[in-house]
């Protein structure tokens, strides 16, 4: 049955980012720039609340673990993910412009596009594959963490993924075919999860570990890389908007898990 809810939520989770991520495309440009710094902003409130009301308590009260382990852990995780995304390039873009792509044709001196959109393409694959793994733990732990894990999960991936396609779109493909590779690159989730499920299931003692680093890679994601996209904003009316979005991720995940725990018990 645990394996059963992993496929599930793996597959659906890909299909929901990626396609939500296809329509938003497709609507005209000035409605998705408003809708997009929204996106962000829940998905901020989405993950934290994941992390530090979901993962971390589950990884603090497994048992055999200290909380001296679990927060050494959760420090080398955010440092683990500082240097993939300085190193690896592994960065997530949450609007068609991009510091880190671009958002115009780059010059013939420059790396040709189609080598960006390729390098996209295979960054969110690698990614794509680790949260599979972290979708396959929660699961394993819980399946109401489970649920929740792949919930803030998707709240992220929709606003990455416009950008992803965006970029793949300024890199010479049509937007067919950027929106198809983007869904191809879903599919690893599932991978991931699958063996994940048969390689933790008899590494128990590892659980906890793994459900930190997924809280580590959460609180990195939207404090290095979301939270500095909503500072572009700062007039009041913008940070009152955002305040409300970040609340409303944080109770998406609350009012989730209550509903989970009344409908599974």
């Not at 890909?14 to 710094?37: H, I, K, Q």
Request: hydrophobic fraction near 55%.
């Amino acid at each position: 049955m645990t394996l059963l809810w992993i496929v599930l939520f793996t597959l659906l989770g890909g299909a929901a980012s990626a396609g939500a991520a296809g329509a938003l495309l497709l609507v005209p440009d000035r409605l998705r720039e408003r809708l997009l710094p929204s996106l962000v902003s829940y998905a901020v409130g989405a993950m934290l609340a994941a992390a530090f009301l979901g993962l971390l308590p589950e990884a603090f009260e497994y048992p055999g673990t200290t909380p001296q382990q679990v927060t050494g852990v959760l420090l080398g995780g955010i440092l683990l993910f500082f240097v993939l995304e300085k190193f690896v390039l592994w960065r997530h873009c949450h609007t068609d412009s991009c510091d880190a792509h671009g958002s115009h044709p780059a010059p013939v001196s420059a790396r040709p596009w189609r080598a960006a959109g390729t390098l996209v393409l295979v960054g969110d694959s690698v990614h794509n594959l680790i949260d599979g793994v972290l979708i396959a733990a929660a699961f394993l732990t819980d399946t109401r963490l489970g649920v929740l894990t792949a919930l803030a999960i998707v709240a992220h991936e929709i606003p990455q993924e416009i950008g992803d396609v965006a970029v793949l779109v300024h890199s010479g493909y049509s937007r067919g075919k950027a929106m198809l590779y983007n869904l191809l690159t879903n599919l690893p989730t599932l991978v991931g999860g699958v063996v994940a499920f048969f390689a933790l299931e008899s590494l128990h003692g590892v659980l906890p570990y793994v459900l930190t680093l997924a809280a580590a890679s959460f609180i990195y994601i939207a404090v290095a890389d979301l939270i500095p996209d909503l500072h572009r904003r700062p007039e009041l009316a913008a940070t009152a908007a955002q305040v409300a979005l970040i609340g409303a991720g944080i109770g998406t995940i609350v009012l989730s898990h209550a509903a989970l725990e009344h409908w599974l018990h």
